[in-house]
């Protein structure tokens, strides 16, 4: 939780202890706050974003990856499409940022608890979602079936492949995986992500289907579910605006009447539907 | 609170000036600097626009002599309250790094200067009101804006020449302030009408040579009212929050996108417009950095940049942005529309969009 004794805009100083480069454009930072006192407070969820402020160049948004059981150490993802993650993926182990956060309403993982999982990404896969993986990865007993399906462009974009063999490992769980261009060896799927949903395995009264990706994407998947019956209140969306503040003040991130960094970024479809069908908005 | 109402006598307007002086505030008014009336320091009442009537047309703003002997005979500038407390550009705070690496961070305190802001209208104080719900009343509180609010003392002086741009009589917010002011006025021919709404306010106002009030008085203030009231725009009488929210798709967003530069001076006037970015900027050394926060648009290109994507690419998509937030989902974040009615941005549109007719042409024909 964040301290609302503390001035909500400044970082705080933080070590990154690992780094991981996960593929030529994709890294992970695991970091740990300075202050004894800020890292003992700190407390996130599933689904929830840290703001990290690379010294002299500026703060990005990006969601935390790791298990909200230790929060000491908290783990981040970053693709490099810009100033600040490019110069953040040029920090070593022992390097110090800024973080400040956690910020936003996460994935609703309790509300979820024995119910059926639909996870469902695009593009070049989701760091907002691998939170949700791993959080049931820890607790599988307490959810029912799980399915998780990607879909990629190309079947060189798939990050992660090892990852994926490992969730295969769970029980009760299904991983699909879909490209729409598959190279030599691609041993899934090529075609759209929507013609997997037939293999999906889940009771319509009884599941949550969380989603993240582009727009057009997690639009068909919307269509699919609700004519498979599921209400929309169980749709789940992890929406991405422009975020500078973080705390609901600079404008940016406003998504009809919400603020994304501090109403999502997680959403029910139902809270969304109205905006959802317009471009622009 | 509401206090008893008094009278002054024009000389005693400066009175009041050195008073706030004596109580330690620094006295912001209206002046004319560059064709405009602005608000800036101000030690005289010669300094105030005396005899000055502003003239406002869709895209055009002039001031003009007049015979009178007010002091507030017009109905507003570009700016006034708004940029007192949500500052165009601030710092926010600094950061260092040391030679082995640490970084500290160190908050910018806003100055804590008291200010007196005298000549506020009754729209400007319900802008003030709608930025204090989004910057003091949510989850989140800014610290910067506390800072100057609780510093801040408003004067107000009731409208009694709104301007052809001005529709607050429609919004419900003018011309006459109801509250939120410490001190408001209205001027008649040979004096002030004043009332205190805080103990502050009423402080500094028995500092003042005060008399009762006369019922010629009073009648003479209910004239003004009514006259301020017979405005010239108005925002159409049907569900405007409703009916812009179903009309994403209309093509009326492209013909008014024909028209509309993107500019963002409509952004940057609005009393209500709360928009800003924040940028680091390195000091030459490399020792330090300095990050700002600084007014943004929903006009600008990078106002919706995400990882590659403009979100808001097309004129017609930021019209209907701001256009949309600021009469319908305002709404639902702050439980009123986001527009006190103050013409601001149909005065200093370039191309002269009038607000009030872009909602306008939003009538359902269907029901006609």
């Keep these: 939780m964040i301290n609302p004794n503390l001035n909500p805009y400044v970082p705080h100083e933080a070590i990154i202890v690992e780094r991981i480069q996960e593929t030529p454009d994709l890294f992970t930072l695991r970091i740990e706050f300075t202050d004894p006192e800020i890292r003992a407070a700190c407390k996130f969820e599933p689904g929830q974003f840290n703001m990290l402020y690379l010294y002299g160049v500026g703060e990005i948004a990006i969601s935390i990856v790791s298990d909200p059981l230790d929060c000491l150490i908290i783990d981040h993802t970053i693709r490099v499409v810009g100033r600040v993650t490019r110069g953040l993926a040029n920090l070593k182990t022992g390097d110090r940022i800024g973080v400040r956060g956690p910020y936003g309403r996460g994935w609703p993982m309790l509300e979820s608890k024995q119910k059926d999982i639909v996870i469902v990404t695009g593009g070049l896969g989701c760091a907002p979602v691998v939170s949700v993986i791993n959080y049931i990865e820890q607790r599988r007993e307490e959810f029912g079936r799980l399915n998780i399906v990607q879909g990629v462009k190309h079947s060189s974009d798939l990050i992660w492949k090892e990852r994926y063999d490992q969730w295969r490992k769970l029980p009760d769980t299904k991983v699909l995986l879909a490209a729409d261009v598959g190279e030599a060896l691609w041993p899934w799927h090529v075609g759209s992500v929507t013609s997997l949903f037939d293999q999906l395995e889940f009771d319509p009264d009884n599941v949550s289907v969380m989603m993240c990706g582009p727009q057009g994407m997690m639009r068909v998947v919307c269509d699919h579910m609700l004519d498979n019956r599921v209400a929309e209140s169980q749709l789940y969306l992890s929406m991405e605006r422009n975020m500078q503040c973080a705390v609901g003040h600079c404008g940016h991130c406003q998504y009809g009447s919400n603020f994304i960094c501090k109403d999502g970024p997680v959403f029910s479809y139902d809270k969304i539907r109205h905006l959802f069908e317009t471009k622009g908005f | ?368």
Excluded at chain 2, 96 to 117: E, L, N
Excluded at chain 2, 298 to 316: D, L, N
Excluded at chain 2, 322 to 345: A, D, I, M, P
């Design chain 2, 1 to 368: 609170m509401k206090s008893e109402r008094y009278f002054f006598q024009t000389s005693q307007l400066q009175n009041l000036l050195d008073k706030l002086q004596d109580a330690g505030y620094t006295c912001v008014g209206p002046q004319v600097r560059d064709d405009a009336i602005i608000y800036d320091e101000i030690n005289s009442v010669e300094q105030f626009p005396r005899g000055i009537n502003d003239q406002q047309q869709p895209g055009s703003y002039s001031l003009n002599s007049n015979q009178s002997t007010k002091f507030f005979s017009w109905a507003n500038g570009p700016q006034a309250i708004k940029p007192l407390l949500f500052t165009a550009k601030e710092k926010l705070w600094q950061s260092k790094q040391s030679t082995d690496g640490q970084i500290t961070f160190k908050t910018c305190d806003p100055d804590p200067k008291p200010i007196a802001i005298i000549g506020a209208r009754a729209c400007d104080i319900a802008a003030m009101k709608i930025q204090d719900q989004h910057f003091l009343q949510q989850q989140f509180v800014d610290p910067y804006y506390k800072a100057r609010r609780g510093n801040l003392l408003i004067i107000a002086v009731n409208c009694s020449h709104p301007a052809d741009t001005c529709f607050c009589h429609s919004t419900g917010d003018g011309p006459f302030v109801d509250d939120g002011a410490d001190i408001v006025l209205t001027e008649l021919e040979n004096g002030f009408l004043c009332e205190a709404q805080t103990s502050q306010g009423e402080k500094i106002l028995h500092g003042l040579l005060l008399e009762d009030c006369k019922n010629e008085q009073l009648e003479e203030s209910e004239r003004i009212k009514s006259n301020a009231s017979k405005q010239k725009r108005k925002l159409p009488e049907f569900d405007i929050k409703s009916r812009l929210f179903n009309e994403l798709n209309n093509d009326a967003w492209h013909a008014i996108a024909s028209e509309c530069l993107s500019c963002g001076n409509c952004t940057s006037v609005c009393p209500t417009c709360f928009c800003h970015g924040e940028n680091d900027v390195p000091e030459l050394d490399g020792k330090s950095s300095a990050h700002f926060r600084e007014w943004d648009s929903c006009f600008g290109q990078g106002h919706s940049y995400i990882h590659g994507i403009t979100i808001r690419s097309q004129t017609s998509q930021r019209y209907r942005q701001w256009l949309v937030h600021k009469f319908s989902t305002w709404h639902e974040q702050y439980g009123r529309s986001g527009c006190v009615g103050c013409g601001r941005c149909i005065t200093w549109c370039p191309v002269a969009i009038d607000v009030t007719e872009s909602v306008a042409q939003f009538v359902d024909r269907r029901c006609d």
